[in-house]
């Protein structure tokens, strides 16, 4: 079984160094970044992250705002480090979407035991979303209605994806564009609007059926949950 991949994302060269040494003598496969921009780099492919709170071109949670607010990696454990001890501290960094947190000064022993469990945790985790009849496996890159495969562009997927993980919760066109078509992205919010009536298509759901993707008017788009 190839190693899990943990990237490193911490701006101290020497505690980027003692924690990359660690964690690569507990055989994980290690990727260090000094800064933001080169752990986001570094993210295709892993399996955990280990993030600095202080980061010299970002704070970490922002970092980790945006990481939890992007359908590739939203899935990604974090271990979030950092010399701030108090209870508030920890709290916005959980609340951040850090998985876990672990203060300076820390031992070998700890940071590589709290790794592996992330990386056990998340193992646990199912791979795909349901929703009612529909399936979208993430990983693959694939959705399915019952069984039926659905025939999606690189950017319905997306969408779907962001919907289905997100189900029930109301989305401006603004807010999916920024989303799922990134900032930078300049064409208008009726390219939402195309791409809903496309996945709609797809999907062919009955109304009001788990899945099917609602107008919620002078709000937005949402996929309506599966009910508890």
């Known amino acids: 079984m190839t190693p899990p991949v943990v990237v490193v994302v911490e701006d101290e060269p020497a505690v980027r160094e003692a924690v990359a040494f660690h964690l690569a003598g507990a055989g994980l496969r290690v990727r260090a970044a000094p800064d933001a921009r080169a752990g986001w780099d570094a993210l295709p492919g892993a399996d955990a992250v280990v993030l600095d709170w202080t980061l010299p071109?970002?704070?970490g949670v922002d970092w980790l705002r945006r990481l939890r607010e992007d359908e590739r990696y939203a899935h990604l454990p974090v271990l979030m480090l950092t010399a701030r001890a108090s209870e508030v501290d920890r709290v916005e960094g959980l609340n951040s979407g850090s998985?876990?947190?672990l203060t300076k000064p820390f031992s070998a022993a700890e940071?590589?035991?709290?790794?592996?469990?992330?990386?056990?945790?998340?193992?646990?985790?199912?791979?795909?979303?349901?929703v009612g009849r529909l399936r979208v496996d993430v990983d693959a890159g694939g959705a399915e209605v019952e069984g039926r495969p659905l025939d999606l562009t690189r950017r319905e997927f997306e969408l779907l994806a962001?919907?289905?993980?997100?189900a029930g919760r109301v989305y401006s066109r603004r807010?999916?564009?920024?989303?799922?078509?990134?900032?930078?992205f300049?064409?208008?919010e009726r390219t939402v609007d195309q791409h809903v009536a496309q996945l709609r298509a797809h999907l062919a759901l009955g109304a009001g059926e788990p899945g099917e993707v609602e107008t919620v008017y002078g709000r937005?788009?949402?996929?309506?949950?599966?009910?508890?």
Do not use: S
């Open 162 to 166: 962001f919907l289905a993980g997100n």
């Open 175 to 184: 807010e999916l564009l920024d989303r799922v078509w990134g900032e930078d």
């Open 99 to 101: 998985d876990d947190y």
């Open 186 to 188: 300049t064409g208008g």
């Open 57 to 59: 071109d970002l704070p």
């Open 111 to 130: 940071l590589v035991a709290r790794v592996h469990a992330l990386l056990r945790r998340a193992a646990r985790r199912p791979r795909a979303l349901r």
């Open 220 to 228: 937005g788009y949402r996929m309506r949950p599966a009910p508890e």
